[in-house]
C-alpha cells in the first residue's frame, strides 16, 4: 500500500508536532511526505499523478480555526477539479482512502458536546466528509494529537506506533494485523538471540490465536446450523 501524507502547515521547522511526525514517517517503505507549503506552485497534471499514485491519502495539519492551514484549501481548489477528482458519473478517487492526522493545543475534551470547544473533531472534518463523498473516497476515522508538547516520553512512544500504524496496516485494523505489524518492526530490529527468540515466542502466541479464532469461527457455523 502507498500512501501520501499531504502536509499543511505554515511553519513546519517550527512546530514540534510535525518534526516528530516527519522523523517518525522517514523509515516507512511507500510513505510519502509533501509539505504543500514548500511549493511554489502546483502543477495540476503533476499533482493529479501524485494523487493517482497513493492507495492512501492523510490530510495533516493543525487545527487553525477550527479548520486547515490556507495551503490545504489552496491545493484543494487548485488540484481537485472536475476530470481529475471526479466527473458526470461520479468520483475517479474510489477505492482509495482519506484519513486525517490532526493536532491542537487544547486537551481532547475540549471537542465534544460540552467541552470548551463544544465540537467534536469528527464534526470540524464535515466538509471534507462531503469531499471524499463527491470524489468517492474512502474515510478513515481521524487520528488526533492534543497537547503534543505536554505529553510524556511514553506518550510519544505510543503515539509513533499509533501514527504508524495509521500510515500502514489495513483499515479497519484487526488485531492480526495490528500483531504482524508489530511482528514486523521487531524482525527488522533483531540484532541479538535473545531479540530472535523473543520475535519467536510472539510469532507463535500469534498462530496459537489464530488457531482459536478458526475453532470460534468453526463453533459458531456449527450453532447457527
Known amino acids: 500500500m502507498r500512501t501520501l501524507i499531504i502536509v499543511s502547515h505554515p511553519k513546519l521547522e517550527q512546530s514540534n508536532t510535525q518534526q516528530f511526525l516527519k522523523e517518525s514517517a522517514a523509515p516507512l517503505d511507500d510513505v510519502t511526505w509533501y509539505h504543500l507549503d514548500a511549493q511554489t506552485h502546483f502543477d495540476v497534471q503533476t499533482e493529479a499523478t501524485r494523487i493517482q499514485a497513493a492507495d492512501r491519502l492523510i490530510f495533516q495539519f493543525p487545527l487553525y480555526w477550527y479548520s486547515a492551514p490556507a495551503s490545504l484549501k489552496l491545493w484543494l481548489d487548485t488540484v481537485w477539479l472536475k476530470q481529475v477528482a471526479y466527473n458526470e ?13 490532526i493536532s491542537f493545543s487544547q486537551p481532547l475534551a475540549a471537542y465534544q458536546i460540552g467541552g470548551a470547544e463544544g465540537f467534536s473533531v469528527s464534526e470540524l472534518l464535515t466538509p471534507y466528509r462531503a469531499l471524499a463523498h463527491k470524489t468517492g473516497l474512502t474515510l478513515m476515522p481521524p487520528l488526533t494529537i492534543p497537547q503534543f508538547d505536554y505529553q510524556t516520553e511514553a506518550e510519544h512512544q505510543a503515539l509513533l506506533v499509533r501514527y504508524q500504524q495509521y500510515l500502514t496496516v489495513a483499515h479497519p485494523q484487526r488485531f492480526n494485523e495490528r500483531a504482524e505489524w508489530f511482528l514486523t518492526q521487531l524482525q527488522s530490529r533483531v540484532n541479538s538471540d535473545s531479540g530472535q527468540l523473543l520475535v519467536d515466542q510472539l510469532m507463535e502466541r500469534q498462530e496459537q490465536l489464530e488457531r482459536l479464532q478458526m475453532t470460534l469461527g468453526e463453533l459458531k457455523t456449527g450453532e447457527s446450523e
Open 89 to 101: 458519473s461520479g468520483g475517479l478517487l474510489q477505492g482509495k482512502e482519506l484519513g486525517f492526522v
